[in-house]
């Protein structure tokens, strides 16, 4: 499993990159290996305010439906518009191709919360 050292990590199975004030939110590929086929995805839409902790989206896959949470709060700014037509993208790219959305970060401190890759390792592995 690929865990890129450059994000940051939540216990919701969520990663985060930061350029700026601006927020790239996805899945990690240990959620994506869980959940098995993703074959449907809902998002919210751009201009919508989400909160950190709270969920923003679902993901559909075959074997579950499961909530997607916000790792930090902000306004969505970006939506990844493939994924409604090729949802597996989350499953065939989850740091690349199939990232979520870009939210304008609103509360900086809440970057502090989140988990480095060895901290999200441990965890997974706990």
């Known amino acids: 499993m690929e865990f890129p050292e450059e994000l940051k990590y939540t216990e919701e199975h969520e990663w985060v990159s930061l350029d700026g004030d601006i927020v790239t939110i ?4 240990f959620a994506q290996d869980q959940l098995g086929d993703v074959v449907f995805v809902e998002l919210p839409e751009v201009g919508e305010q989400v909160q950190g902790g709270k969920p923003f989206g679902v993901v559909e896959s075959v074997k579950a439906v499961s909530d997607v949470y ?5 306004e969505v700014i970006e939506i990844n518009d ?8 989350i499953n065939n790219s ?4 199939g990232w979520m959305l870009k939210i304008r970060l609103t509360t900086p401190a809440e970057l ?11 965890f997974i592995e706990g």
């Open 26 to 29: 996805g899945v990690t590929d």
């Open 70 to 74: 916000a790792p930090v709060s902000g």
């Open 82 to 89: 493939a994924l409604p037509d090729d949802p597996e993208l």
């Open 94 to 97: 989850p740091y690349e191709e």
């Open 112 to 122: 502090e919360e989140l988990m480095s890759v060895e901290a999200y390792q441990d």
